[in-house]
């Protein structure tokens, strides 16, 4: 899988959109770029996921850039609760594989 | 929303000390996953089954961990001894394996080794 970075921690005024980036410059052409987070003392939970479209769900968007090497997660209108640390992480599509975490980005959201 | 159980949530024990965590995934996944979590780190893949058979425990420290998944469904992680360097939370995810392939987390197991 490709490797990932992403910015240590990062900090949001409640109720403002989150933007949290991620490059991936060495992403292969079959891999998808997948975004989990993790809540403090809980496991890691799947936010979205994208190949090279943009793509929006009930939690958040994903836009990827047109030379896919690098994205941003938004979190439009963001919550005390989405306080987390994100995980930015590259894997082929419907491969078995298990996920490759790196450290993430602790967003602190402020009120 | 279906989840994948996990148990026990918290276990404290001494080193040298065996320690069992099980995992239930969610009816119908056939990929189960073990991951160990360092505190400040993100997680690490221990070991992967597909239905009863593992297909990757390549860093699983297999001198003193050991897992099964018998009947394809549960599954346990065992650690025999339990070492200083053992304490982390333990987590277990399942997937269909299929599509997207996304993979559900459950709560953990926190082990603290003293």
């Known amino acids: 899988d490709a490797k990932t970075t992403q910015p240590p921690s990062m900090d949001c005024a409640e109720g403002r959109a989150a933007n949290l980036p991620c490059n991936h410059s060495t992403i292969s052409g079959n891999e998808y770029v997948y975004w989990y987070r993790q809540i403090h003392s809980q496991g890691p939970q799947y936010i979205i996921h994208g190949l090279k479209n943009n793509e929006t769900n009930e939690m958040a968007s994903l836009i990827i850039t047109e030379d896919r090497k690098s994205s941003t997660l938004i979190l439009p209108h963001a919550t005390l609760r989405d306080t987390a640390v994100y995980y930015c992480i590259v894997r082929v599509g419907g491969g078995a594989d298990g996920l490759t975490f790196g450290k993430g980005t602790h967003l602190i959201i402020q009120p | 929303e279906a989840e994948v159980a996990q148990s026990p949530r918290y276990k404290i024990t001494e080193k040298s000390q065996a320690v069992a965590f099980w995992c239930d995934p969610i009816?119908?996944?056939?990929?189960l996953y073990w991951y160990r979590q360092i505190l400040g780190q993100g997680p690490e893949l221990l070991v992967q089954?597909?239905?009863?058979?593992?297909?990757?425990d390549s860093q699983l420290p297999k001198d003193r961990f050991s897992a099964e998944r018998l009947k394809g469904v549960d599954s346990t992680l065992k650690i025999q001894p339990a070492e200083l360097g053992d304490s982390a939370m333990y987590l277990c995810?399942?997937?269909?394996?299929?599509?997207?392939?996304?993979?559900?987390f459950g709560a953990g197991s926190r082990l603290t080794v003293l």
């Open positions: 089954f597909q239905d009863e058979s593992v297909v990757d």
């Open positions: 009816s119908g996944h056939a990929t």
């Open positions: 995810a399942s997937s269909f394996r299929s599509g997207a392939n996304v993979l559900t």
